[in-house]
Each structure stands twice: as C-alpha cells, then as structure tokens.
C-alpha cells in the first residue's frame, strides 16, 4: 500500500493527515493543468485551472474508496481531470453544438478558398455548408435505414435517400 492511501486511511483520525495528503498529490495538479492549458487559447489563466484541480483532489480525497483496488493517486488524477474540464465547460459561453457548427463553417470557407482561389461570398459559404449538411444528413439516413430493415437491397425505398 503507498504512503498516500496509507495517509487517507488515517484521514479520518485527524485533518492534518489529510493535509499532508493533499500536498503529496499537488504536483499532480499541477501536471495536469498544465496538460490541459497546453491545448487552451492563451486567456485561459493556468492558475485557474489550478484551483479547479485542487478541489478535485479536496473532493476525492473525501470519496475514495480504498477497499475498490485503486490506488489514490490514480482516482486523484481522474478526479482532477474532470474538475478541470467541469470548470472549463461553466465558462465558456458556447455549447459544444456551437463550437461544432463553427468548425463545419470553418470547413467549408477553407474548402471555397482552395477552390476559388480567393476569399468565398457569404452566399456561396451558406450553399456550400448546406450542400454538405444535406448529403451527411443524406448518408446517416441511408445508414440507418440499412442496419434496420436491409434497405440499401431494396430499390423501391432507395430511391428516397438519393445523394444530392
């Protein structure tokens, strides 16, 4: 068993047990912010996510289970992961949907620059994006239809999925 686990099994004798535990674990925290920060735009402060990390850690250091064969530091690390991202997610003011959506536009303007050779309309960027989302609207239709019932055989039915 590992000094840490040893640490939490006697947390609940005293607090300073506790305390010590969660300062052996903190250089974790910061490995793993830093692990996130990495892949985050720059106005995203690295000691926020410190602080987010460190009530990870605070909240698994109360819900570890010893008798369930991990070790601490292990469940720590998911812990602290998943308070980082929680975190991040109450900040930032856009859905996933959102940010999705705008990697498609995104797409489809890179796409009409290669092929036009200068910067797309507006008009041009919103029939080429609706173009895309009709055909792998078209697709996962088809795909779905042919792992329920064997459509892709039948003619008379496909007809209806025809790729625009």
């Known amino acids: 068993m590992t000094t840490a686990e040893l640490a939490y099994r006697a947390s609940g004798n005293g607090i300073d047990e506790r305390n010590g535990l969660v300062l052996r674990e ?3 925290v910061y490995y793993v912010a830093a692990r996130i920060h990495e892949r985050l735009p720059k106005q995203v402060e690295l000691e926020d ?3 987010a990390g460190v009530i990870g850690l605070m909240e698994a250091c109360g819900n570890y289970d010893s008798a369930k064969d991990a070790q601490f530091s292990t469940f720590a690390k998911f812990r602290i992961r998943g308070a980082i991202l929680d975190s991040l997610r109450k900040l930032d ?5 959102l ?3 705008g990697r498609e536009i995104a797409a489809s303007v890179a796409k009409l ?3 036009l050779g ?3 309309l507006e008009e041009e960027i919103a029939a080429e994006h609706a173009s895309r989302r009709i055909a792998e609207h078209s697709d996962s ?3 779905s239809l042919s ?3 064997g459509i892709e055989s039948n003619k008379r039915l496909g007809r209806f999925l025809r790729p625009y």
């Open 26 to 28: 903190l250089p974790q």
């Open 49 to 51: 996510l410190v602080q």
């Open 93 to 97: 003011w856009g859905s996933r949907t």
């Open 99 to 101: 940010r999705r959506k």
């Open 113 to 115: 620059e290669s092929e």
């Open 118 to 120: 200068r910067e797309p």
């Open 141 to 143: 239709a088809r795909r």
């Open 147 to 149: 792992r329920w019932s």
